[in-house]
């Protein structure tokens, strides 16, 4: 199981983009979602970074990406984000077993939920939605590039809060994973920070989560 400990970094949320990627490209801890999971049915691996830290009351992820292709067709959040140029972040609930899915595409589009498993869950509202801080480096708009060399960068900043933990009384870690996919895109992948090992590709596996210490 991999391990990741996340840097105090004061206020970052409240920065504007250019401030906080420079922040967490210095400071924030700094790891690869480089995992191909299942390269029989999916071979293809962008390359896809990440940059992660805390504030009192966020959680702050960078991601950076380079691969082929660019799609972005999911304008509205809660829509199938997974199928365009995407990261995302999931983390365990320590308080009662369930886990919290994040998944943005490369636009800032978003999908999030509090989840017992794939087939159980509750997505967010439109108002805990709001509360999640997104940037990215691309204009908002479809995108629809295949074939050709793409490199863009995105951060997003959660709220404590929303994910069942008070920032002023934290526990040590958290169980959480970080992923890279792009379902239908010309080149599809499935890519993740800590490796899943089940037969076909399956993010919703808390098992395989790797531990972020806080």
């Known amino acids: 199981m991999k391990t990741l400990k996340l840097p105090f970094l004061s206020d970052i949320e409240k920065m504007d983009f250019s401030e906080l990627v420079l922040k967490m490209e210095t400071e924030g801890a700094r790891d690869k979602i480089g995992t191909v999971c299942w390269p029989d049915e999916f071979p293809y691996a962008p390359d896809a970074g990440f940059s992660i830290a805390r504030s009192a009351t966020h959680i702050v992820i960078l991601y950076r990406v380079t691969g082929l292709d660019l799609r972005a067709a999911a304008m ?3 829509g199938p984000v997974w199928e365009d140029s995407c990261c995302e972040f999931f983390v365990g609930d320590p308080s009662d077993g369930t886990y919290y899915n994040f998944e943005m595409n490369c636009i800032g589009t978003l999908l999030a939920a509090k989840r017992k498993s794939r087939e159980d869950f509750e997505r967010f509202t439109p108002e805990k939605l709001a509360q999640v801080i997104r940037y990215s480096s691309l204009e908002r708009k479809p995108y629809g590039i295949s074939g050709k060399l ?9 709220p404590f809060s929303l994910i069942g933990m008070d920032g002023g009384r934290l526990p040590s870690s958290l169980r959480g994973n970080f992923y890279k996919c792009a379902d239908k895109s ?3 992948h499935f890519l993740s920070w800590n490796p899943v ?7 919703h596996r808390p098992e395989f989560f790797g531990e972020i210490i806080l």
């Open 76 to 78: 509205e959040d809660n």
């Open 186 to 188: 010309a080149h599809p």
């Open 150 to 158: 793409c490199s863009w960068h995105s951060a997003i900043c959660i």
């Open 197 to 203: 090992q089940v037969p076909h590709p399956d993010f």
